[in-house]
């Protein structure tokens, strides 16, 4: 598919002699070193596509012009309304937005946790913030990756034929994103990370951990009337993914098939709980600026994004745990299918 993002080669190396670098049977831990940086790495290049994916798509949607609104005339002095006037363009707008700032508020509450993990002089919070990044790793992977695709392809959506043409370049955002579901460990990889070993292979307690950090939100702000419509979902979501971890853990000890079949839709659950938990932090900040006078529109736009964002998207949870609930056996029971 070509990638124009990174520059890459395919070396050959049959024939060649190989020599050991560093102590005998230590590889594997210090190639998880380069492997969970360039996890992060790839998360944040799919967040930057589908940032720049955005505003290309922003500005053709504002420029472009075709057809009427439903509810009336817009642009009386145009031939047609721009297509940003379009309920469905907006919502391929907003769906980019969203996952761009969502994945920018985790890339930045990462980095925050990494600098503690490293740098903090108490041991407990170095060791604790170390957790919480190993299990926020794959969900930065997969779901920035996966929202990427989603993204990149909505923005090209709105350019129509043109964005399947070369020159306006959101066919190489896409084209790019494609890769980085695939490399450092597939996507699906990433989930059985997650669910097998972050989640279930400590019985849940670094979900636990953050899971206690989201609470402690949602007993600040939960007499917050202002609030409720960004706190309700996330204390909603945290009561049901300790339900369904459970669940998958018990199922999983009878048929290890179980963990497989539920670990992508988990992945996304548990990202969307993240998720939901940043713009829960970001619509407290706004609201306290809009409140102490700020009329800056960067709150507002915020504030648009976030009730976006937990209309349109968060409630795919529902129907991910569904399907996850649906279990194994309609993967597993088709030989005759697959034959
Ligand atoms: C453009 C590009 C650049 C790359 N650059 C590098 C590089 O610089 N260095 C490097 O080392 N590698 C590089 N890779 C390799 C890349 O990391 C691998 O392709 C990737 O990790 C997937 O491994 P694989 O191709 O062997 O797929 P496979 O492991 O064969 O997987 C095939 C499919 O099966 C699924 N699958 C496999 N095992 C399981 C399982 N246990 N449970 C469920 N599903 C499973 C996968 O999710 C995938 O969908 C690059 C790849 C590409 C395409």
Known sequence: MGIHGNATAQIVLEGATGSLVGQPNKGLAAMFVMMNAARLGVGNQSLGLTEVAFQNALAYAKDRIQMRS?????????????????????????????????????????????????????????????????LLTPIVK????????????????????????????????????????????????????????????????????????????????????????FITPIAVLGDQLTKFTTEIGFKGFQNPDEVGAAAVDYLRVAGHFVFGYMFALMARTALREIVAGNTDPFYEAKLQTARFYFAKLFPETATLMRTARAGAAPLMNTDAALA
């Open 142 to 229: 997969a779901f920035l990756t996966d929202n990427g695709h989603i993204a990149t392809n909505a923005c090209l959506q709105v350019f129509g034929g043109h964005g399947f043409i070369k020159e306006w370049g959101m066919e190489q955002f896409a084209r790019d994103n494609r890769i980085n579901m695939i490399y450092e460990g597939t996507n699906t990889i990433q989930s059985l990370d997650l669910l097998g070993r972050k989640v279930l292979g400590n019985n849940g307690a670094t979900l636990k951990k953050f899971g206690k950090l989201v609470g402690q939100l949602v007993e600040e702000e939960g007499v917050n009337e202002k609030m409720s419509e």
């Open 70 to 134: 439903l509810s009336g005339v817009k642009a009386k002095d145009k031939e047609a309304d721009p297509i940003i006037v379009h309920p469905d363009v907006r919502k391929m707008l907003m769906t980019a937005r969203a996952y761009a700032e969502g994945g920018r508020a985790l890339a930045i509450y990462c980095t925050l946790l990494l600098d503690k993990e490293h740098h903090h002089p108490d041991d407990k919070v170095r060791r604790d913030a170390g957790e919480i990044v190993a």
